[in-house]
């Protein structure tokens, strides 16, 4: 039975891996969207936390007709990421840099002003447009 699942990519979260790209289930705006595996934080006892960046987005800002089409960070529950993905695309990539991103995610954690998405990554990227358009960004 392990073996028919792991066909689909589907319990393969024991799997993840820096570098690696994955196709997800993405927004209907950004099918092409895929996500990387930037770090691996065994934080919780409960839950490994899988840090990610996104590509080939469209977050809308509020200024007219501007997208960004990336998040360099973004702190994923393993078990919301393993609802999320769907594909290996690559199993290694060269990492943006993301160190700066995560050491204010981590500095925010430690000090408990901080978590990590639960919700799938779609939900994830919905919220961050959603903080940029309540923001004014």
């Known amino acids: 039975m392990a073996s028919f699942f792991s066909l689909f990519g589907i319990g393969k979260s024991q ?20 996500l990387q595996i930037l770090k691996i934080d065994s934080i919780s006892t409960k839950d490994k ?33 393993r609802k999320s993905v769907v594909k290996l695309i690559s199993k290694k990539e060269p990492l943006p840099d993301f160190q700066e991103g995560y050491g204010m995610w981590r500095e925010a954690f430690d000090a408990g002003k901080a978590g990590v998405f639960e919700v799938s990554v779609a939900e994830a990227v919905q919220f961050v447009e959603e903080t940029y358009k309540q923001n004014g960004l």
Request: charged share 25%; proline share 4%.
């Open 15 to 34: 799997n993840f891996k820096v570098g690696q790209v994955w196709s997800y289930k993405t927004r209907g705006q950004e099918p092409n969207s895929r």
């Open 49 to 81: 936390f899988v840090h990610i960046a996104i590509g080939d987005l469209k977050i809308a800002t509020t200024e007219e007709g501007r997208f960004v089409d990336k998040i360099g960070h973004l702190p994923m529950s393993e078990v919301a990421l």
